[in-house]
């Protein structure tokens, strides 16, 4: 598959999404990635529980640092489970359940960090539902055999991982400024889901 052949296809899996930008560029590392992968025989839902185990990690650990680099590791390998899945051509509905899956419970575990770091729970269980339900209600739409919404939102995944990146790094270095910062991203958040809402709902009004 050459790399031409495995955007169009992420496009597909993704309802449409743009290819160019930063996400093309990030498509085209992930490509490579995925063909040294494939290469070597590993296998997508292998990458997928790597993911998950190094969030897991990054969320119990002491150390502020190692977080933000096992934060980096869980983003690579969730990444490209998806990429070596098509230039595979081993994509499969349960992969799918099994990478959704695995994001909400790594999403719960870099909100644990927040939590560690003095983020109040409220907020970071508050930003967790959100970001989750957003989800859920593209996955669902899917489900009624519509194609996933293909409006990017402001606090899309790659988004919601740098704001967890930003507060290890204030930590780190003892800036002040995470609370604000995790008050103006839950306002982010509630925006990105009205946005997913209206894009569903005119899907579906459209469609029948």
């Known amino acids: 598959m050459i790399e031409e052949q495995f955007k169009e296809r992420w496009s597909q899996l993704h309802g449409g999404a743009d290819v160019e930008g930063v996400v093309g560029g990030w498509l085209r590392f992930s490509y490579q990635a995925a063909r040294v ?7 997508p839902n292998f990458l997928t529980f790597l993911g998950l185990g190094t969030a897991i990690a990054m969320g119990l650990s002491t150390y502020a640092a190692i977080s933000l ?19 595979r051509g081993s994509e499969s509905k349960w992969g799918s359940i099994l990478d959704s899956v695995a994001d909400r419970i790594s ?8 939590w ?41 995944r790659p988004v919601r991982a740098i704001f967890m990146a930003f507060a290890l790094l204030f930590y780190i270095f003892d800036i002040p400024g995470t609370l604000q910062m995790s008050y103006a991203f839950l306002g982010l ?15 579906l009004t459209s469609r029948g």
């Open 189 to 203: 958040l509630l925006f990105s889901f009205v946005q997913v809402m209206r894009a569903a709902k005119k899907v």
């Open 107 to 114: 999403e719960a575990f870099w909100l644990y960090m927040g």
């Open 69 to 87: 680099l096992l934060l980096v590791i869980s983003l690579f390998f969730d990444g490209i489970d998806g990429s070596v899945a098509i230039v």
């Open 37 to 43: 992968c494939a290469a070597l025989r590993i296998s």
């Open 116 to 156: 560690r770091l003095g983020i109040p729970a409220w907020l970071v269980i508050t930003m967790w539902t959100v970001a989750s339900t957003q989800e859920y209600a593209r996955a669902r739409l899917a489900s009624l055999g519509h194609s996933e919404v293909g409006v990017v939102t402001p606090t899309e």
